[in-house]
């Protein structure tokens, strides 16, 4: 089993910054990656960023791509998503996940319950 708990959500106007945690516990280890997916009101659940844990190889939805960072602090067990440039379109509730490299949610074990980002405009 993997606890994984999101953290750093919030309000932020248009062209703001925000940085979400995932902190990971339970019986982690190297061979998986963390993604992040968001889900706004009546849309489906949409990739966002991966990187697996050891290797640090990382994965983007093309929505994101020069806007959102993902980066994982392996002695802190947390994975961060920087998300620079916000638009009013990346407002969801965003969650992490333990899995194999990839941005079909279906594929991911474990998820945590999720942090709200709401971007004005």
């Known amino acids: 089993q993997v606890q994984l708990v999101e953290s750093g959500g919030g309000l932020v106007q248009a062209g703001g910054s925000l940085r979400l945690s995932c902190a990971a516990s339970?019986?982690?280890?190297?061979?998986?990656?963390v993604g992040w997916f968001r889900q706004a009101p009546g849309k489906e659940r949409e990739f966002v960023a991966a990187i697996t844990w050891s290797a640090g190889n990382t994965n983007y939805a093309d929505s994101v791509k020069g806007r959102f960072t993902i980066s994982r602090d392996n002695a802190k067990n947390t994975v961060y998503l920087q998300m620079n440039s916000l638009k009013p379109a990346d407002t969801a509730v965003y969650y992490c996940?333990?899995?194999?490299?990839?941005?079909?949610?279906?594929?991911?074990?474990?998820w945590g319950q999720g942090t709200r980002v709401t971007v004005s405009s």
């Open positions: 996940a333990a899995g194999p490299l990839s941005p079909y949610p279906a594929l991911y074990n474990y």
């Open positions: 339970g019986r982690t280890g190297s061979n998986y990656a």
